[in-house]
């Protein structure tokens, strides 16, 4: 499979490409900066320019099956880029999606991001920049996975997470090596399509927890 990570350069979205190009995909790495190309070249990805807040037409060329948006402004941006990447961003990858006819989308959302209010005060415009980019994916026409974890941590992945149904307390955490699993496990299963579900760390295999979402 042909697959664009968009936010590939650390976090999830690195585990990711790593995950990825270990099963066999190939994996085009949206970056921002030449540096940034050549490490994710190094890796095995196939690099290629762009910005949220910019041009990303590049990212959209040639053979392409999935993207996976994993892509943030970060907890010590303020509401005006969580408004220009978390959400305008993400609204122009999912038409970038649709214009160069690329049907397949997972998208990493949050907890709570279902209902803003669920979450701490500080946080609930991040929370409601990817409700609204949750709901706008949905109602694309693409075939959608939305995944919404607790808590990332840089702890060793497990390989076991618990799905929330029909949703989670919003403080639970879970490993981003575990994320990254959830999601080449959504792109590896067409079963997940329409799908949208919170998860934290957990006693489930992974596969088995997706396999329970059909
Ligand atoms: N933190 C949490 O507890 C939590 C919980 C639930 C969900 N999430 C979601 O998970 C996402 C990933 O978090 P993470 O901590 O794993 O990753 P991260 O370290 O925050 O990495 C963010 C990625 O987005 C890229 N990015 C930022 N602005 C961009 C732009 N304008 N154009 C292109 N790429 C851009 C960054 O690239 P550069 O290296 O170029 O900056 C980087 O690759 C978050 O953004 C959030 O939406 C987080």
Redesign the pocket.
Known sequence: MHVLV?????????LLVDRLLADGHDVRA????QE?ADALAEAGATPVL?????DLGAAFEGALDAVAF??????STGPDATL???LH?AVRAIDHCLDAGVGRYVQ????AADDPLRGAEGIRH?LAA?HARDRILTDSGLAATIV?????TDDDPTGHIEIGVPRLEAHG?VP?GD?AAVIAGCLGDDGTIGASFEFVSGTTPIGEALAALR
Not at 30 to 33: A, E, G, P, S
Not at 50 to 54: F, K, N, V
Not at 108 to 111: A, C, K, Y
Request: glycine letters at 24%; aromatic letters at 2%; hydrophobic letters at 25%.
């Open positions: 968009i936010g590939s350069t650390r976090g999830t979205g690195r949206l970056v921002r900066r940034q762009g910005d949220l807040e910019g994993c892509a943030g402004s970060g907890s220009r990447v978390d961003g990493l959302s949050s907890i991040y990817m919404r974890p607790g808590g990332l955490s981003r994320v």
